[in-house]
């Protein structure tokens, strides 16, 4: 063989080389002065850069947390600064570290950043899980409407998953951590988002923001405004917010599931603009400001009429109408849409 030819052979084998495996990224810094590299000494910032930096798209790293000596008690790490954005596929694993019996074990302190638009941002186009993180005190000093405690922004249909963690509360899930000028989670611009099991409150707009161009996602077993002890963290503005507006980029196929959407300072779960097929299930909904509705479709305050239907937020599904209740049992009338499914 030349070698012309086997330097030509090895080029191909170079060009053609595998991506890097799945990597761990251990924190077990707690501060935020890292250098940039994951090694013996690792920060949160440090992880987030490696698994960024790590060249192997479609493949999951994982962050974990480790603080030899200190299980059993919570964590905190306070950045001073925004936070790196996530843009590759990452599993952040807050469990991986444990706090308190019932509580979480890592607590994101945001109180010495001055400004971020989110908190948390993913970017990736590939899937990213935020998972057993408390995390609160972030700010938003500018006019970002759509900023929030974790953002899902610009990412397609990448499937990302944000679950079980304490969204705008300390690591003990019940003393408040609030956002200022912002909302506890918005997806923008993604599909397939899924966001499940989270205590989400303290937020000064919105506990979740489904925003513009956001599709197929899914909003379930969260309790939004109140603690698993039961204490009232109310999000200032509402609930759950979907919001389209008319721009070609609707919000498309919402669910929203089992949620226990309590105490906040204005609606329980409202919907309006350009907004098409969102569907509420089995959610628990009450204690929310008495000036606002449970349910507000249009956002405009107003009970929608005994109507036809078909047409507008969640195709202007009628209220049931209740006759009578007693002995365990409840009547009453839906009059909906003939054949329709909403």
């Excluded at 940039?36 to 992880?47: E, S």
């Excluded at 941002?121 to 995390?135: E, F, K, Y």
């Excluded at 963690?165 to 408040?176: Q, S």
């Excluded at 196929?253 to 098409?276: C, H, K, M, Q, S």
Aim: proline share 5%.
């Amino acid at each position: 063989m030349s070698a012309r030819l086997s330097l030509l052979l090895a080029a191909a084998v170079f060009a053609f080389a595998s991506p890097a495996g799945a990597a761990t990224f251990t924190v077990n810094d707690a501060g935020d002065a890292g250098d940039l590299t994951c090694d013996a000494t690792c920060t949160l910032r440090d992880a987030i850069d490696d698994a960024n930096a790590n060249g192997n798209p479609g493949v999951q790293d994982e962050i974990q947390f480790s603080f030899p000596g200190q299980a059993g008690t919570p964590v905190t790490i306070a950045p001073t600064s925004a936070l790196p954005d996530l843009t590759e596929s990452v599993l952040v694993d807050g469990r991986t570290h444990t706090g308190a019996p019932g509580g979480w074990g890592i607590f994101l302190d945001g109180s010495g950043v001055a400004s971020t638009d989110y908190a948390l941002d993913i970017r990736s186009t590939t899937p990213v899980t935020i998972r057993g993180l408390a995390l609160g005190g972030f700010t938003n000093g500018g006019a970002l409407l759509s900023s929030a405690g974790i953002g899902v922004v610009n990412t397609g249909a990448a499937g990302h998953v944000i679950e079980d963690d304490a969204i705008g509360l300390r690591a003990d899930g019940e003393t408040p951590a609030p956002f200022e000028n912002m909302h506890g989670i918005t997806t923008l611009l993604a599909g397939g988002t899924i966001i499940r099991d989270n205590v989400i409150g303290g937020a000064e707009f919105n506990g979740i923001n489904v925003d513009r161009g956001s599709t197929d996602t899914l909003i379930r077993d969260n309790r939004i405004g109140t603690t698993p002890g039961g204490a009232s963290v109310p999000n200032v503005d509402g609930g759950i917010r979907v919001r389209s507006i008319a721009d070609g980029q609707p919000v498309e196929r919402t669910t929203i599931r089992d949620n226990l959407v309590a105490g906040n300072g204005r609606g329980g779960i409202f919907t309006f603009g350009d907004e098409r097929v969102t569907a509420l299930e089995r959610n628990a909904i009450l204690g929310n400001a008495v000036t606002y509705l449970g349910i507000d479709l249009g956002r405009d305050g107003k009970v929608d009429p005994i109507d036809a239907d078909g047409i507008g937020d969640v195709r202007g599904q009628n209220r049931p109408e209740l006759a009578s209740a007693g002995g365990g049992e409840v009547r009453g009338t839906l009059t909906s849409e003939p054949g329709g499914t909403y």
